[in-house]
């Protein structure tokens, strides 16, 4: 065992081209669940807390309506409520503000302020005979009101500590990453492309470079192909993020100076108006933290790719790569001939299970997803594992729900011949290359050593990272009726000397006497018993038994009635 240990072990730090793709798969997507499940853990507490301090104002109940220390406790608890809501963006980790003593003594001056404007104390007693659940929305409705209140007056420069101004929301450092990614691309897709080009007449250079050197290059051509995928997934994100972004600052702006030109120089305006449009802003504002904060996360992602970025150098010679470009120009005029026929021949059809699907004959040809990361198939089989792109104008080929695509002609007419081969030589490459498999999206068919699953977790295993909470499984477990008793002797002993001890003592008292003496007083100490007659009950009967009745008196009145009835 320990020597097969030595034997990963020793594997695992050479620094070849194989197992850099490996820790670059790991690392990278290892850093995103982290950074996701931090941002997910920041985004539970912060809701934790906040529906805490919901639960307690919804619970809280008055003596009576007009319970004046009732109504002022819970106000109270409503001012903390909202300026928790209000300190809340200072908390993540990207925020530019510190929160002083001196801002959080201001924040509070300006949430008290909004909150008499918005709610007064006597507006509390409609607030008690709602229900709960009203009472959450309104209480929700009353946080983005008070926020609304803060921004625009931070906007006209009258308030708004603690609030990150407009400007740094939308001009922070990861703004700058969409044009660091399009850089980054421009530099690897040529070098994949110059690989690609070497590789496709490497046949021809086989006397010029050994099996050994064109097994380190297609390896670095590997490595190369996944650092482009996890940066155009990255730029992916970013497009994505950048597109809701500019989409939220135009709404931002139309909103305040709509809001602007309602409020102007005015003293008083509806609720009716103007509330509405303060929680819309604030809304807004609350998404362009979001953003920010996604952006900030993916800089960090792309610091991790950067980190790998000094592998990709590669060793392919320049001298090797000019003769294959002009090798590659002499076989292009010929190469394209030969495609312009095939496609001019062959057009949209079933072949052996197979369909055929020809851009000139295929609506939505273009839309089509293509399986493998769109390499060729014939070339990861036939070519230990090398990554070609495969050309679509050939034709896409359906075959077990998998849409495949190949570099040449010769490669689409040994796929038609046999498929099955290429589906099983397929997972046979990914065996002897495991960093193929996440590369190509084959997860499914290795369950066992997906990536996603080894960090995630998956039953019976803890994971590394987890954005969820792990599983929670019932366990049996049998034991045995009766367990099986320990023979221990206490007053067992090792030591020589401790039973020699033992021995004297118990020699000194086969030797001594047991004497008792009866002193004076403790004769006073004994034991005694006392016996007594109890008293008897006795009872004396009289004689003669009398009684005496008492007469009542009965007096008559006449006359009451008439005298001739």
Request: with cysteine; charged share 25%; glycine share 4%.
């Amino acid at each position: 065992m320990k020597s097969l240990v030595d034997t990963v072990v020793e594997a695992l730090g050479k620094d070849t081209p194989m197992l850099n793709t490996i820790k670059l798969q790991i690392n990278f997507h290892s850093t995103y669940l982290q950074r996701e499940f931090q941002r997910q853990q920041t985004i539970s507490n912060l809701t934790f807390e906040a529906n805490k301090y919901i639960e307690d104002i919804v619970k809280f109940e008055t003596k009576s309506p007009n319970d004046y220390e009732g109504i002022k406790t819970l106000y109270k608890k409503i001012f903390k409520y909202l300026l928790f809501k209000n300190t809340q963006h200072i908390l993540n980790k990207y925020s530019s503000i510190v929160l002083t003593p001196a801002i959080n003594n201001t924040i509070e001056r300006e949430v008290a302020a909004a909150l008499e404007s918005v709610l007064p104390h006597a507006g509390l007693r409609p607030f008690l005979s709602l229900s709960a659940a009203d009472k959450e929305t309104q209480l929700c409705e009353l946080s983005n009101i008070i926020i609304g209140i803060r921004l625009f007056n931070k906007d006209i420069k009258k308030g708004g500590v603690g609030l990150e101004s407009f400007e740094e929301l939308v001009n922070h450092p990861g703004r700058s990453l969409l044009n660091a990614l399009n850089q980054e691309l421009s530099e690897v897709i040529e070098q994949c492309d110059n690989y690609t080009i070497f590789f496709a007449v490497s046949d021809q250079l086989k006397d010029k470079c050994d099996p050994a050197a064109l097994e380190v290059y297609k390896d670095e051509l590997t490595f190369k192909r996944q650092y482009l995928i996890n940066v155009l997934e990255l730029k992916s994100d970013v497009q994505t993020s950048e597109q809701k972004v500019d989409s939220l600052v135009a709404s931002y702006k139309k909103k305040m100076v709509d809001l602007q030109q309602l409020i102007g120089n005015k003293t008083s305006i509806p609720k009716d108006q103007v509330y509405p449009r303060f929680d819309s802003i604030s809304q807004s504002y609350s998404e362009l933290v979001e953003e920010k904060m996604l952006a900030m996360m993916r800089s960090e992602m792309m610091k991790v790719l950067f980190e790998h970025r000094a592998k990709l150098a590669g060793s392919l010679p320049e001298i090797l790569m000019k003769e294959a470009r002009l090798l590659y120009l002499e076989n292009a005029n010929k190469l394209k001939e030969e495609e312009a026929k095939f496609m001019s021949e062959q057009k949209s059809e079933a072949i052996n299970n197979i369909i055929r699907l020809m851009p000139n004959t295929t609506p939505d040809f273009m839309h089509i997803p293509l399986d493998y990361l769109g390499f060729c198939l014939w070339t990861i089989v036939k070519r230990n594992g090398l990554l070609l792109p495969g050309k679509p104008n050939l034709g896409v080929y359906k075959y077990q729900d998998r849409y495949c695509v190949f570099c040449s002609v010769a490669a689409i007419e040994e796929f038609l011949a046999d498929p099955e081969f290429f589906m099983k030589g397929l997972l046979a490459q990914c065996r002897r290359q495991p960093e193929l498999i996440h590369l190509l999206r084959l997860e499914e068919h290795f369950k066992e050593i997906s990536l996603a699953e080894l960090l995630q977790g998956k039953e019976g295993q803890k994971p590394l990272f987890s954005i969820s909470a792990p599983l929670m499984v019932d366990k049996e477990v049998e034991t045995p009726l009766h367990f099986e008793e320990k023979k221990i002797v206490p007053d067992y002993s090792w030591n020589a000397w401790d039973l020699k001890k033992k021995a004297l003592q118990i020699i000194k008292i086969r030797n001594k006497q047991t004497v008792s003496t009866q002193t004076l007083l403790s004769n006073f100490r004994r034991d005694t018993e006392t016996q007594v007659w109890p008293a008897k009950e006795a009872a004396t009967n009289t004689m003669v038994y009398a009684s005496t009745n008492t007469e009542l008196p009965k007096t008559y009145i006449v006359g009451l009635r008439d005298k001739n009835v």
